[in-house]
């Protein structure tokens, strides 16, 4: 898929664990580790928008599009 979740980076560079973030911002242990692992199939604004008021970003630190190589 062409877009990446880079969210795994981001905290690693603000030394925060899932366990910490997950409980600032409302969601489940299993649903961020789900969004971390780039597994996520959507996301709720609202999740980003708790995600990037606890880790001070913007939701393009977060998000990246990969475009695909044409043959």
Known sequence: ???????????????????V???????????????KNDKAKAIRFSTLEAICRELECQPGDIIEYIAEEEE
């Open 1 to 19: 898929m062409p877009i990446r979740i880079n969210l795994d980076v981001l905290m690693a560079k603000k030394r925060i664990g899932i366990n």
């Open 21 to 35: 973030l997950s409980e600032r911002i409302g969601l489940t242990q299993a649903n961020l580790s789900i969004l």
